[in-house]
T-cell receptor, first 116, second 115 residues
């Protein structure tokens, strides 16, 4: 069965610090998809990124970057030069492409607090 | 703005009552998903509809039911409400039926408080 672990329940940083949110997943499928979502204090879940299991290239989008490593089953998310607006709960999710559940399983989320 | 609309934003009701939550998916999306988010259980998948038909079922209680109408909007019905049903209920939509790579776009949620 698929499983997503976000071991960090809460992280507190000061503005401009870099921060990495960890995501470790478990799956027996060879085809799967990983996602990150952001849930700001307003409550809605906002899609950030999708990565498939065949593409281990890291991705950078502005201050956000993602490191996907199949060898360690991890899909970590780094925010560079954090800002107060980055304060939110961040969720990692996994869906399986073949033989498993295509419905994504979400981790429990990591609450990021960025202090001014 | 994700394009997914959920109403109402907040709902306060009493135990034993029944409520209906409504969701309008993004234009063109055929799949609708319902999730429950509570502090102790995290984000739990309840049910998926695709073009009017139930496609997948998760941890949905028998007291809960859903449907998707011909115009693709969906409703989640919660009955015989208990205190433990208090949670944030999300609707999400995506373009495909059961393709795992589909990105789900979430609505703003309905916060249900059962008193």
């Amino acid at each position: 069965a698929q499983k997503v672990t976000q071991a960090q329940t809460e992280i507190s940083v000061v503005e401009k610090e870099d921060v990495t949110l960890d995501c470790v997943y478990e799956t027996r499928d060879t085809t799967y998809y990983l996602f990150w979502y952001k849930q700001p204090p307003s409550g809605e879940l906002v899609f950030l990124i999708r990565r498939n299991s065949f593409d281990e290239q890291n991705e950078i989008s502005g201050r956000y970057s993602w490191n996907f490593q199949k060898s360690t089953s991890s899909f970590n998310f780094t925010i560079t030069a954090s800002q107060v607006v980055d304060s939110a709960v961040y969720f990692c999710a996994l869906s399986e492409g073949t033989g498993g559940s295509y419905i994504p399983t979400f981790g429990r989320g990591t609450s990021l607090i960025v202090h001014p | 703005d994700s394009g997914v609309t959920q109403t109402p934003k907040h709902l306060i009701t009493a135990t034993g009552q029944r409520v209906t939550l409504r969701c309008s998916p993004r234009s063109g999306d055929l799949s609708v998903y319902w999730y429950q988010q509570s502090l102790d259980q995290g984000l739990q998948f309840l049910i998926q509809y695709y073009n009017g038909e139930e496609r997948a079922k998760g941890n949905i209680l028998e007291r809960f039911s859903a449907q998707q109408f011909p115009d693709l909007h969906s409703e989640l019905n919660l009955s015989s409400l208990e205190l433990g049903d208090s949670a944030l209920y999300f609707c999400a939509s995506s373009g495909g039926g059961e393709v795992a790579k589909n990105i789900q776009y979430f609505g703003a949620g309905t916060r249900l408080s059962v008193l």
